[in-house]
């Protein structure tokens, strides 16, 4: 699957019947970028396809991603964390069991500091990756 079929299948913002597809291509990905391969716009496309769907547990696999390689490090945005708000990601990162989420707890509120967030909503987010792949 393309980026441009992964937008096609999915739209923008997605289908909350489609989260479970979604997340098995995203671990997918994720597992292909660590062997190395260079799929960073299908990567891309498919956590803002997740963060489309504004639940804060699909913060965790979205931060799996974005620590999966050096480029996806670099390359995805830390607003893809933040699909229900930032708030409630952070609510949900803090009391999660998950050993990641407190790593990913600390890079938010790192970047939340820094003016990462200013401005931010979901919504805006998503309307920006709308006009990014030409859907707007």
Same mark, same amino acid.
Request: charged share 25%.
């Given at each position: ?5 992964? =937008?096609? #299948? ?6 909350? $019947?489609?989260?479970? !597809?979604? #997340? &098995?291509?995203?671990?997918? /990905?994720? /597992?292909?970028? #660590? #062997?190395?391969?260079?799929? /960073? !716009?299908?990567?891309?496309?498919? +956590? ?6 504004? %639940? ?6 979205? @931060?799996?991603?974005?620590?999966? %390689?050096?480029? $996806? ?5 830390? &607003?893809?964390? +933040?699909? $229900? ?19 990913? =707890?600390?890079?938010?509120?790192? +970047? !939340? ?11 805006? @987010?998503?309307?920006?990756?709308? &006009? ?5």
């Amino acid at each position: 699957m393309t980026s441009d079929e992964a =937008l096609q #299948r999915f739209g923008l913002p997605a289908s909350l $019947a489609d989260r479970g !597809e979604i #997340r &098995q291509l995203l671990v997918a /990905e994720v /597992e292909l970028g #660590r #062997r190395g391969e260079d799929r /960073e !716009e299908m990567l891309r496309t498919l +956590c803002v396809v997740l963060f489309s769907l504004g %639940n804060a547990e699909d913060s965790l696999l979205i @931060w799996d991603a974005k620590q999966s %390689n050096f480029d $996806a490090g670099c390359g995805l945005d830390v &607003q893809f964390l +933040c699909g $229900a708000g930032l708030e409630p990601t952070k609510d949900f990162l803090s009391s999660s069991t998950d050993p990641a989420a407190l790593n990913a =707890l600390r890079y938010l509120k790192d +970047c !939340e500091g820094s003016g990462d967030f200013a401005e931010f909503s979901p919504a805006a @987010w998503i309307s920006k990756y709308r &006009q990014y792949y030409g859907l707007e």
